[in-house]
Each structure stands twice: as structure tokens, then as C-alpha cells.
């Protein structure tokens, strides 16, 4: 901290002709402002420096140069398991560096005000930019070699090194993801992951994504068709779920595929899924058999109609078949305001969609603001030239009020209230549907169920109590939750349906440090790496 280390000084002529008189006493006089903040500063006889932290720089350099820093911290670690624990970044705050003996020694006290820095280096001189960039995240590291060594293997460069960490931009870290995923989920769940890689992630490269996961894509096909033809079904599935982010084959440079007969069709065998219908028919009662004929009558009556799915958040996107977030279909503005309209083009494949579609379904609709519905309805009128309400279109909304209303940043609950599409006048063109009956709560949960009922339509009072069954005997949620599992041979499906709810981060990763000391094998770190948005490649660093 410097406060004011020098005066303000300033030598001033007045001259009331045009002559020259140039007086080089008064030049030389030091005139002084003091102003009042330091003035105060030192009539208090305040500190005029201080120093919090003290900052130990640390080298970082080519194999070449021998005893430095850098060198000690690997000698170190051969000797000391307990610096292993630290990164070389870390390590001055646990540890002295004795100049005399050019080693590294155990701290005895202090450390809590030591800081280590390690120079800032340019891009241009690649090898030391990525020596650096390794030793902020590896430890125990015993020489450069080591330090060049990942999973056993010894690259030939730092960078190399790097990119196989998935510290860089490429797609090592999706080829990672690939096959994590293939070890625990089936084909078809495969391509759908690829589809979203697709659509969200900046790949580089997809043929070669496609080409290097080809086996475990389309292994279902494979299995049910023939090695040739089967990762031809898996380019045609990937191509109707690519069409979800509007994309296609030919758009990711993936090869195009023609199949004679339609997918679906071959998908499943017609003659037992009929023999299954029938058996399950006559299980049915009068009113049961109704509503399926007139389900499947709709179904013949509408065959080929396309329904469109959304939902107002991308976790609600997922619950739903081929569901996408509102803003991704519609193309609506995140900033949104009363004349707001959408960024959607005519004559494009997400416009057709749109056309073709004859019912949006469209999940927690309440959390949408009354804006957002305002510019789709702008939307479906200018594509389908119709001023009907939202050009027409049967719009399918679900969601409960009581439930989480638009989220507007500092705001009051008046205004929360009437940014709800319920209180617009376009609510009026909707026919309100109650549902009578919680199908997702077992017999055992009605009596929860008919409590968060009581809480939503408010006659809970402003205090609101817990019923005595949510308050479990066991305290220990970790116990609660895991104790009838065996987390030495624990599959995934044991674990679904196993969830523990907190109200902060911080309790959550107690939780989850708590549950993964139950496991067995090795911690995995997962890095993210932040990118400049700008499409200027001067501001690439790499």
C-alpha cells in the first residue's frame, strides 16, 4: 500500500507584457500543495507503506539450468511425500527456499502471508507457455520428463502433454466424454450425447469424432443388421436427432445416408408388437379400451402431424422426448422487452419445422415471461400469415403458478406477478385443463403430496412446518441414503433414484467428499478452460 510518497510541486510566472524575463531563482522554487487527504494522513502519523504478503518468485525455465527453484521442487519431491500434496505454485507457503544451499526447507512457521508467483510467459516462446501451464496442475512431479508424462506415457513436448490433459482447444476432451459414456451406456444414449456434442460443442473435427466412436455409435445396429449396414441406421438416427438443434449429416460433414426402407419401421418386429397389443388389450376395462381407441383413432386421424417439445429451462428440456430449450427453437432474445421479436429467419430448416408442426408443447411455462410468449406469438403469425393466436398453432402449455414464477433481478413481487402470461390478454385464448391426480406419488406420498398442495395455495399461514415424516430418524443423510449399498461393486442403476437435496454449495461438496471416501478407485479431476469470445484470431492465445 503507498499512500503519498511525494508532494505536488508547481513554479508559476505571471507576465503582464509579451517580454521575456526568464528568472531561473523563481524557476527553481518549489512551490508545495498539501492537500486536506494528506494533510489528515499525516497529522495522524498514518503509515506512509505497508506490506500484507510477502511474494517469493519462482523460475521457470528450460532442462538446461540446474539448480533453481524449479529443480529443488523436483529434488523435494523425491524426499518429501508430504510436498506432493502441494503444486509448485503452492509450495513456498509450506515450505523456505534457502538460497545458500539453493534447497527447498520445511517451514517452520508462518506461511500464511507467503505467496508464490511464477512469471508470466509469452505464447512465443511455446515451451516455457506450456512448462507453465503444467505446473499449475500437476503435483508430485520429479523431473521434467515426469512432468511430460500422463497416464504412463511419456509425451515428447509440453504442449503434446497439454493437449492430452485437455488443457487446449481440440477434441481430446469430447473423444474423453465418448468413451466414459461407452463403458456404462447403451448405444442409443451414445447418439444422443454425439448429437448434443454436436450441437452445443465446438468440435473440430466430427468425422473423425464419428470415425474413432463408429463401434460403439452403432453397435445395436450392428448386432441387430450387419457390419456394413449397421453404422448406416446410426448415421440416420444421428441425422433426425441432429435436426432437433437444426442440424443435419451434410452440415457436421458426416457422410449422407439413403436407406431403402424407413428406420423406425425396421426398428421393431410389427407382427410381435401386435400379438403384445392384443394381449394387453383384453386386460383393459370398457373405460380403459375407450380411451386407447380413441388415442390410437387421433393417432390415425393425425398420422404424420409433428408436434414440437420445449420447455422453459434446459434441465426441463432434458425430461422431455427430443425437447429443446424455448430460446433454442424459437430463437427468442435473452433480453427481452415488450416489442421484443425473434431472430429466427424465414426460408431456413428451423423455420420449417415450425411450419410443418401442428402442436408446441411447452414445459414450465409460468418461469417464461409474458415477453417471450409476446415474440413467439409475433413469430408463428409472420411465418404462417395467419393473425389467429400464435398463428394458429395448438400451444400446449403446462406448469403450476404456485410453482416458480419468471425470475426478474430486483424487482417487486407486483411486478414478478404481472410479467406471468397470466396475466395477459393472450391468456384468455388458452382453455385452462386441471389435472386431478398426482401419477408420479406412490400411495405412501399422498399424504406429502396433499401437504405441498396446502403450502402452494397458501394456507400454510407465513410460518411454514415441516410434517413429522420429513424429519427422518436417521440424522446422517450419507447413512440414510448408502447404507444397504456395497460401493465396492455398486452399478449405476443402484445409485439412480438416490439423490441428497441441499440449500448450499458448500454443504453439497461436504456431502459429495463424504460419499466419495465410501469409493473405491482413483479421484478424477475435470478441468474447464475459459475461451475468449471474439472472432478476431489475434485474441487467440493458442
Known sequence: MFTKLCHDAASITIKNDDSVNQDEILNFLDGRYVSAPEAMWRLSEFSMSDKSHTVIRLAVHRASIKDSTLTEWFKLNLTDEEAHEYYYADIPQYYVFDKPSTKW???????QQVIGRMPVVSVQDSERFYLRMLLL?????????DLKTIDGTLCETFQEACKVLGLLDGDQHWNDTLLEAARMQMPSYLRILFAIICGFGEVENIPDLWTQHKQSLSEDFVHRYSEETGPLYALAELNELLKSYGLNLQKVNLPSVDLQCDLFRLSYDAMEEQSKANANIEKLNSKQRYAVYKVLHAIYERKGDQAIAVASTRIAATLLSG?????SIFKIPLTLNATSTSNLKPNTSEAKILLDAKVIVWDEAPMTHVHAFLAVDRLLKDLTKCDEPFGGKIILLGGDFRQVLPVILRCSQS??????????????DFFVMKLTENMHAFDSEKEFASWLLHVGEGESGEKIQLPPFCYPEIQDPVQQLFSDIDFKTVTPEELKGRAILTVTNDLSMQINNRVLECMPGNEVIYESMDNIVSNDPQDQLT
Open 137 to 145: 496442475r500437476k503435483t508430485g512431479v520429479i523431473s521434467f520428463n
Open 105 to 111: 526447507q520445511k517451514r517452520q512457521r508462518g506461511g
Open 415 to 428: 411486478l414478478t406477478v404481472s410479467s406471468c402470461i397470466k396475466k395477459h390478454r393472450l391468456w384468455s
Open 323 to 327: 425437447g429443446r430449450t424455448a430460446h
